[in-house]
């Protein structure tokens, strides 16, 4: 079946932009997960969301970053204001269960701000 | 907060060499953990997860092993072929939150 999909898979916005980031997880994954990884580095937590509620957002740099899952399936990113530290990849996991089953991993998201 | 640490950070080894990644966390209340593989500009391939009430996992060439006594976990590939050449993250959580936090990654180069 389809894994985890992302897009756009290469965002390069200017800074001072917004940019929404979009994951579509695997059929039937209640929980979601959103993480940013800098080159050389493993990928760094920001939210986690349990069917559509945000159960953990403590990862998350500063108030211009936010997420939602309204539906409990699709997931967007939202980075406003962007500045040039955003840039970095941008990835997202789903999972089965609500606690702790395996993660599986989309391709990630290219963010670059010039 | 939870720090991880691979050790080593690259390793080279020859075609049909036995080898073992290590991983550790400083906070050992570990209660699941995955390894995974990146190949570069590529996503991440899940290998293996111990969940809480395992000790071991093992998958074809590849066994890992959690010691949560001590937050350490091992990653052992028998044989080892060029193909294995990626980057191997390991990555846990506690059983207080989902949070999961990855290590930095072990680079490992298979010499054919």
């Known amino acids: 079946g389809a894994g985890v999909s992302q897009s756009p898979r290469y965002k390069v916005t200017k800074r001072g932009q917004d940019v929404a980031l979009r994951c579509d997880p695997i059929s039937g994954h209640v929980s979601l997960y959103w993480y940013r990884q800098a080159l050389g580095q493993g990928p760094e937590f920001l939210t986690y969301?349990?069917?559509?509620?945000?159960?953990?957002k403590s990862g998350l740099p500063n108030d211009r970053f936010s997420a939602e899952r309204p539906e409990g399936s699709i997931s967007t990113l939202t980075i406003q204001r962007t500045e040039q530290r955003d840039s970095a990849m941008y990835r997202c996991a789903s999972s089965y269960g609500t606690s702790w089953h395996e993660q599986y991993f989309g391709p990630g998201t290219r963010l670059t701000v010039t | 907060k939870q720090e991880v640490t691979q050790i080593p950070a690259a390793l080279s080894v020859p075609e049909g060499e036995n080898l073992v990644l290590n991983c550790s966390f400083t906070d050992s209340a570990i209660y699941n953990l995955q390894w995974f593989r990146q190949d570069p500009g590529k996503g991440l391939t899940s290998l293996l997860l111990i969940q809480s009430s395992q000790r071991e996992q093992t998958s074809g060439r590849l066994n890992a092993s959690l010691d949560k006594s001590s937050g350490r976990s091992t990653l052992y590939i028998a044989a080892s072929q060029p193909g294995d050449s990626a980057t191997y993250l390991c990555?846990?959580?506690?059983?207080?939150?989902?949070?999961?936090?990855f290590g930095t990654g072990t680079s490992l180069t298979v010499i054919p």
């Open positions: 990555a846990g959580g506690s059983n207080t939150g989902n949070q999961f936090y």
């Open positions: 969301f349990n069917y559509e509620a945000q159960q953990d």
